[in-house]
Nanobody, 127 residues
Framework: HVQLVESGGGSVQEGGSLRLSCVAS????????MAWFRQAPGKEREEVAH???????IYADSVKGRFTISPDNAKNTLYLQMTGLTSEDTGTYYC??????????????????????WGQGTQVTVS
């Protein structure tokens, strides 16, 4: 049974930083593509970034240069380090597990449908 648990969200001022964590159980994320998404109120869920099974990472244009995905294989945890936060980054952040080795580009509609399991989400508020 695959379970994903996100944590690390909170309230920060613009320009601040946060590090989100996604702990996976029942799932060895290093074998698959795993992604971070976010959803702002009234908007569709959009991908922020993903890490493919070969270790390559792809970012949405809106976060490139500010967000970084990093793994901790020993803890089966995927982190999302966020810096230079703006109000546009406000939303609920979800990690998503796929059964494939590679994910579609974050800005393709197919990105969302590649995810087979979602975490419960963690709230990020930037003001």
């Amino acid at each position: 049974h695959v379970q994903l648990v996100e944590s690390g969200g909170g309230s920060v001022q613009e320009g601040g930083s946060l590090r989100l964590s996604c702990v996976a159980s029942g799932y060895t994320y290093s074998r698959y593509c795993m992604a971070w998404f976010r959803q702002a109120p009234g908007k569709e869920r959009e991908e922020v970034a993903h890490r493919n099974s070969d270790g390559s990472t792809i970012y949405a244009d809106s976060v490139k240069g500010r967000f970084t995905i990093s793994p901790d294989n020993a803890k089966n945890t995927l982190y999302l380090q966020m810096t230079g936060l703006t109000s546009e980054d406000t939303g609920t952040y979800y990690c998503g597990a796929t059964w494939g080795g590679y994910c579609p580009h974050p800005q393709l509609p197919a990105a969302r449908y590649a995810v087979n399991r979602w975490g419960q989400g963690t709230q990020v508020t930037v003001s």
